[in-house]
């Protein structure tokens, strides 16, 4: 078990003999095994580490098992903490309700049965785990949110800055020129140039509403399929940023899958590519799509600057909406995704399961190579 999914397991005994019997007990778990020899040792443990599962005896000295479960559980911070007492003294039920009373999760008698013990305190240390790990999901869930709410925002702001600026601008124009033509005051040349200048910009702001249109949904990806719009939006990438990409589908006749998993293969493949422009100050760009047995696997690589390590881990603190986008993606698929460095580059890597039933007919061929982009072996 990695470092970083250990638990703390903290042994409170005034007799070292019983410490060395626990540890050799609760070994095999792979846990971290923090010891105490008094109840004072003991708090100072908690104060100091994170604790799963709190094991104590009962009969101590200065300060007993009941009284350390009591200062326990007045701090907030351990009022969940998993207690369990053993003795082999205290043993009538009245002991045992003073100690459920406590906050103890079991009350274990001596002689220990090893397997017993490991066994309980194992399920608790998993629970503990698993708490864990569902408060991390929680807060990462909570900054993505967070993050999508604010980039919805910004792309609301781009766009309409982009419908002010250019597709405004050109209709108040067309316009304009629309007027002149209507002027019984100006010559027919002048009616006639006005009118073909009006046309003109209506040319522009209809390739300006396609342009945004296309980048919100592509219209290829549900006409024609995957390889066709994955090629279409490299063409586009490599003429707004002169980055060379290169892209290798296989099979040739790559099929159609389900609408839902084309979309989100395609919005990772774009994803990733945009952190390549945003991020990498890399010069060529791969993408490799590639459809096997019971998968679809795609692969992005660059010759940028890489990421760091806190990056290719995904650390919650140290990954943008982007990233964190589509590892969700991914997961709402049961896939994986993987990030490693390439020396030079980063290399995403998606792998994603489906059922012989999500592939339907097979995509049409593009006829022409999108230019910038072209097949790599």
């Known amino acids: 078990m990695s470092d970083q999914h250990r638990v703390n397991i903290l042994m409170v005994d005034d007799q070292p003999g019983k410490l060395l019997t626990y540890e050799a007990i609760l070994g095999e778990l792979g846990e971290n095994l923090i010891k105490a020899s008094s109840g004072r040792e003991a708090l100072d443990a908690l104060l100091r580490n ?66 017993l013990l490991r066994a309980k305190v194992s399920v608790f240390a998993e629970l503990y785990r698993r708490a864990r790990q569902l408060e991390v999901l929680n807060r990462e869930l909570r900054r993505l949110s967070s993050s999508l709410i604010s980039t919805q925002d910004e792309e609301r702001r781009r766009i309409a800055r982009e419908l002010h600026d250019g ?22 040349n002048k009616r006639s140039l006005a009118a073909a200048e009006a046309s003109g910009l209506i040319d522009r702001a ?5 342009s945004i ?24 990438l490599t003429k707004r940023s002169g980055i060379e990409t290169f892209i290798e589908v296989q099979p040739v006749d790559f099929p159609r899958l389900a609408p839902e998993l084309e979309t989100a293969v395609f919005r990772i ?32 690589r660059d010759d940028g600057k890489g990421v760091s390590e806190q990056v290719a881990e995904f650390r919650p603190d140290c990954i943008g909406i982007g990233l964190g986008g589509m590892r969700q993606r991914v997961k709402e698929f049961g896939g994986e995704l993987r990030l490693e460095n390439a020396s030079p580059g980063t290399v995403v890597e998606v792998v994603i399961p489906i059922a012989a039933s999500v592939v339907t007919v097979t995509e049409v061929p593009a006829s022409v190579t999108p230019s910038g982009t072209r097949a790599f072996i």
Do not use: C
Request: hydrophobic letters at 45%; aromatic letters at 6%; proline letters at 4%.
């Open 167 to 188: 597709l405004g601008q050109d209709l108040i124009a067309a316009k304009i020129m629309l007027d002149v033509t209507r002027s019984q005051e100006q010559a027919e």
């Open 50 to 115: 994170d604790i799963a599962v709190v094991l104590m005896d009962v009969s101590m000295p200065e300060l007993d098992g009941f009284e350390l479960a009591d200062m326990i559980r007045q701090h907030p911070r351990f009022k969940e903490t998993a207690i369990i007492f053993i003795s082999a003294v205290h043993l009538s039920d009245l002991d045992r309700i003073k100690a459920y009373q406590r906050g103890a999760v079991d009350y274990i008698s001596v002689p220990v049965i090893p397997e």
């Open 213 to 236: 249109s296309h980048l919100l949904h592509p219209p290829m990806l549900d006409e024609v399929g995957l390889n066709s719009a994955i090629q279409w939006y490299l063409e586009g």
């Open 269 to 300: 493949i774009q994803e990733a590519l945009t952190n390549v422009f945003r991020h990498s100050g890399a010069h060529k760009g791969w993408v490799e799509l590639s459809k096997r047995e019971n998968e679809v696997v795609i692969r992005v």
């Open 206 to 210: 209809v390739r300006q509403v396609r």
